[in-house]
């Protein structure tokens, strides 16, 4: 509400109309003996002196700021990190107040500088994105997620979402697409690559379809192999790396295909990555 004349308090905030400036933007207006003026015009501080000689001889007008949005960028990579601040820069909404290069350092910078939004390459070097994703919901931080990804396969586009990201960004994507994506998600909306849409669109889960079975579904040896198998190793060096028959490791990539529900070794690749067993 507007102040009244008499009220002689300090400073009061004065709540500006969410459709005419951005949001969470105040003015702060200061008591004076003639009334209220603005504590801040073109960005500057003023006294009442020197507002009363300002009125005289020009217009004023207030200048508000909005809250900027604290991003952080998380990429293993740090000429594609250096890439991303320049457009982000130009912003005037935007602020990138942290870098990481792996799993860990985002974790710990996140909770140290407390962004609004994460950036967040799915396949960091230690801890892979998805489960970086996984463990920032469970803390509680609240940071907003975009995941960024060279990857548009269903599958990871699925689990980030799963995880806890409210966005999905191909790396192919300009700068402009991102800034969309961190200020959707800001918003608390979602975002996905325009490419992707029509990508999920037709892969839409029919009713009573099983999803894709869990890790937990396969034994360690069967984790092992998945693993070798999507580094593109033969059976017969999977045999040699493992101490085991080139035989028994055929049964465990028929055993794997049958628990996992999958036909080629392409997606047992794109599976392993899904589930941080090798990177992207």
Not at 235 to 240: G, K, L, R, V
Not at 246 to 251: K, L, R
Request: glycine share 8%; net charge neutral.
């Amino acid at each position: 509400m507007v102040p009244e004349d008499g009220d002689t308090s300090r400073g009061i905030a004065f709540p500006i109309d969410a459709g005419q400036f951005p949001p969470s933007t105040t003015l702060v207006y200061f008591a004076t003996g003639v009334g209220y003026y603005p504590s801040r015009i073109a960005g500057k501080p003023v006294d009442a002196a020197g507002f009363a000689a300002m009125i005289v001889v020009m217009e004023w007008r207030v200048v508000v700021e909005a809250t900027k949005i604290r991003v952080m960028l998380a990429d293993d990579h740090r000429m594609f990190r250096e890439a991303l601040r320049i457009p982000l820069a130009d912003e005037p909404d935007i602020e990138v107040v942290a870098e990481a290069s792996t799993g860990a350092e985002t974790l710990d910078a996140v909770t140290r500088h407390l962004p609004d939004v994460l950036v967040l390459d799915i396949a960091l070097p230690d801890i892979k994105g998805i489960e970086v994703a996984r463990v920032l919901g469970r803390g509680g931080e609240g940071v907003k997620i975009v995941a960024l990804s060279a990857y548009s396969d269903r599958l990871f586009v699925e689990e980030m979402f799963k995880a806890g990201a409210q966005a999905y960004v191909l790396k192919s994507s300009g700068a402009d697409e991102l800034v969309s994506a961190i200020r959707a998600v800001n918003h608390g909306h979602r975002f996905l690559s325009p490419e992707l849409t029509s990508l999920m669109v037709r892969h839409v889960q029919p009713k009573g379809e099983t999803p894709v079975p869990p890790i937990s579904v396969l034994g360690r040896r069967e984790q092992e192999v998945l693993c070798l198998l999507a580094d593109g190793r033969r059976s017969a060096e999977i045999a040699a790396q493992l101490g085991i028959a080139t035989a028994t490791v055929d049964v465990h990539r028929r055993n794997i295909k049958q628990k996992l529900r999958l036909r080629t070794t392409a997606e047992l690749t794109r599976y392993a990555v899904r589930e941080g067993l090798r990177s992207a």
